[in-house]
């Protein structure tokens, strides 16, 4: 097989990538990877190393991308991992998980429409990563009935909380 690698049909070619300072080489080695593959990547910082930067800052204008259809998938990278998921699934629309093993890579797709990823740039090495990825990218949601029902009760769950910390404001105000 070549080493130059071309993009499956069908697999997102648009892609969103943003970390901190703990993972800002495994984004810049899988951005390049992603570009050599044949896709369109767009760089959400950070765009240098810097050890008091805050991954929120990179990671939430990915995740809002992701959301509004900006990108297609998106990649996010801090240290571990696990504050970029946080922040992720914070905005409406994301769902994102920290993933470290090819099966949920693509399950977390198929299953449950997973349209982030995040990595731990200090956790996984360069060739896990790109193959998490590249799993990640080639997955489809199945589109299932009860996994359709699942993703409705989590979209209502958003709204809700949307609604609740609305009345919440409104009633602080009075």
Known sequence: MSERLTILAGTP???GIAADHGGYELKQYLAGRL????HE????????????????DFIVPLARAVAGGDVERGVAICGSGVGASVIANK???????LIHETFSAHQGVE???LNMICLGGLVVGHALAWELVQTFLAARFSGAERHRRRLARIANMETQRVESLANVVQAQSV
């Open 35 to 38: 570009r050599e593959a044949g």
């Open 13 to 15: 070619k648009l892609i």
């Open 111 to 113: 299953d449950d429409d």
């Open 91 to 97: 905005v409406r629309g994301v769902r994102a998980c």
């Open 41 to 56: 990547v767009i760089d959400f910082g950070d765009r240098q190393p810097k050890p008091d930067d805050d991954y929120p």
